[in-house]
C-alpha cells in the first residue's frame, strides 16, 4: 500500500461497493483504511517487542491521518468530502476527525442521516461503519433507529421481506444475488458491542481482560448474547422489570471485565454496588459508573 500511495492517499479497489444512492469518494475510503491497518500494525509490532517497526508504521500512521484530513476535511462546515455518509463515518469509526471537532463531525453524520428519513445511504463500507460512529459519539438511539427499521434499505426491510440470513444486497433485485452474504453483516457485530455491550480490551490479549459496557434503547425489552473466548465463555444479558433493568453478566475463569453503566441506583448480587466485595475499582462519572469484576456469574438491578 505504501508503493501505491501518492502523498499518503490511496485509491484503490472498489470502494463502498453496492451503494444505494450517494457513492462516497474511493480515495476517502481507501485511504481511511489504509490508515486503520498502518495503525494496527504499529500496534501488533508493539505487542511483539518490535520497538522500531511500531515506531516506523506509528509515525506512518500519523502522515496518513494528517494527508487524509488535509485532502477530505472541511474545517468551517465540520464535514468530510461532500458529506456523504459513508466518508463522515470513516472519519470518525477510525478516529481520523480532530478531537475538538468529533462532537459537531458526529452531529453532521447525524443531521445528514435524519434528513435522508433516518435511511441509510451508503454501501457495504458505511454499512458497517456507520452504526458504530453515531452509537460511539452520542447518537446511539438513532442507530438502534436505523438497525431495525422496516423501510428500504435496512436489515429491517430483509426480514419484511421474508429473510432469514443475511442477504448480499438492500434491494434483492437481481435472483442471482447471494441470500447468504457478509457484505451487510457487521450489524451483528454492533449488536454484540452495543446492545449487550461484549467489548474487547484493546490493551490485553485474546479477552483475558474485556468491556462489558451494555446500551439500553428505551423500545428495547431485552437483549442477550455469548463469546465464546479463549478462556471460556463470555455471557450478557438485560430485560426490563418493571421500572429497573435486570442485568447477568458471566466472566469465564482466569479473566476479569471492566463494567460500565449508566448511572443509578445497582445492586450486585443482592447488594449495594459501593459495598459489594466482588467489586473492584468503583468509579462515578457524569453519565456512567464503572468497576472491575473478576470471574464469576453475577446478576444486578439498576434503577436509573
Known amino acids: 500500500m505504501i508503493e501505491k500511495s501518492e502523498n ?46 511500531a515506531d516506523f508504521y506509528g509515525d506512518l500512521a500519523g502522515k496518513i491521518k494528517t494527508a487524509f484530513n488535509q485532502k ?4 468551517k462546515t465540520k ?24 462532537k459537531k463531525v458526529a452531529a453532521t453524520l447525524a443531521n445528514v442521516i435524519i434528513k435522508n428519513d433516518s435511511l441509510l445511504d451508503c454501501g457495504v463500507l458505511g454499512a458497517k461503519w456507520i452504526p458504530h460512529a453515531l452509537s460511539d459519539n452520542g447518537f446511539g438511539d438513532l442507530a438502534f433507529q436505523i438497525s431495525k ?37 457487521d450489524i451483528v457485530h454492533w449488536c454484540y458491542k452495543e446492545l449487550t455491550g461484549i467489548r474487547p480490551d484493546p490493551k490485553s490479549v485474546g479477552f483475558k481482560h474485556f468491556i462489558i459496557q451494555p446500551f439500553f434503547p428505551d423500545s428495547l425489552e431485552f437483549a442477550k448474547a455469548k463469546y465464546d473466548c479463549l478462556y471460556g465463555q463470555i455471557k450478557s444479558e438485560w430485560k426490563r422489570v418493571g421500572g429497573n433493568i435486570e442485568i447477568k453478566i458471566e466472566v469465564p475463569a482466569n479473566t476479569s471485565s471492566r463494567i460500565v453503566l449508566p448511572k443509578g441506583n445497582l445492586q450486585i448480587n443482592n447488594k449495594s454496588v459501593r459495598k459489594a466485595d466482588c467489586v473492584k475499582s468503583y468509579k462515578i462519572g457524569s453519565k456512567s459508573q464503572e468497576f472491575e469484576l473478576g470471574s464469576g456469574v453475577y446478576t444486578m438491578i439498576l434503577n436509573q
Open 8 to 53: 499518503q492517499i490511496l485509491d484503490i479497489g472498489l470502494g463502498d461497493w453496492v451503494f444505494i444512492n450517494t457513492y462516497a469518494p474511493r480515495d476517502l475510503t481507501s485511504t481511511a483504511c489504509y490508515y486503520d491497518l498502518t495503525l494496527k500494525v504499529s500496534q501488533i509490532a508493539s505487542l511483539l517487542e518490535k520497538q522500531e517497526d
Open 72 to 75: 477530505f476535511y472541511n474545517k
Open 79 to 102: 464535514t468530510y468530502a461532500n458529506s456523504e455518509q459513508t466518508s463522515l463515518a470513516a472519519a470518525l469509526y477510525f478516529n481520523l476527525v480532530p478531537t475538538k471537532d468529533v
Open 149 to 185: 427499521n422496516t423501510k428500504y434499505p435496512g436489515w429491517g426491510y430483509w426480514m419484511e421481506q421474508g429473510a432469514t440470513t443475511l442477504w448480499e444486497d438492500f434491494s434483492m433485485k437481481s435472483l442471482d444475488s447471494s441470500r447468504n452474504h457478509m457484505f451487510f453483516g
